[in-house]
Nanobody, 122 residues
Framework: QVQLGESGGGLVQAGGSLRLSCAAPGLPLGFYAMGWFRQAPGKEREFVAA????????NYADSVKGRFIISRDNAQNTLWLQMNSLKPEDTAVYYC???????????????WGQGTQVTVSS
């Protein structure tokens, strides 16, 4: 079964930055749109950002627009999420996902990682 793998999570103070990575050994990510989602304790998993297969189109949740940047390098088969100006409300488990379109709709995504924890202290 295809499994994506996230890394780069950790503990950071409010106002700080983190860069998450997502890799998928055996899955050519260039064929897929990619997305980042997050899930805080007791809450639904929510959309964060998405990027088209070529990287030419991106989509962000309003809550992260202007602070987070999604990018990809298909030659390295890697996806990133640069998170700046982090806030305590950004605390969550962050998941990467692969699917046919760079949309905010969770069921559209076919493959998921197991998540990486991001904790932002105030």
């Amino acid at each position: 079964q295809v499994q994506l793998g996230e890394s780069g999570g950790g503990l950071v103070q409010a106002g700080g930055s983190l860069r998450l990575s997502c890799a998928a050994p055996g899955l050519p990510l260039g064929f897929y749109a990619m997305g980042w989602f997050r899930q805080a304790p007791g809450k639904e998993r929510e959309f964060v950002a998405a990027i088209s297969g070529s990287g030419g189109s991106t989509n962000y949740a309003d809550s992260v627009k202007g602070r987070f940047i999604i990018s990809r390098d298909n030659a390295q088969n890697t996806l990133w999420l640069q998170m700046n100006s982090l806030k305590p409300e950004d605390t969550a488990v962050y998941y990467c996902a692969a699917g046919p379109r760079p949309v905010a709709t969770r069921p559209e995504y076919l493959y998921w990682g197991q998540g990486t924890q991001v904790t932002v202290s105030s």
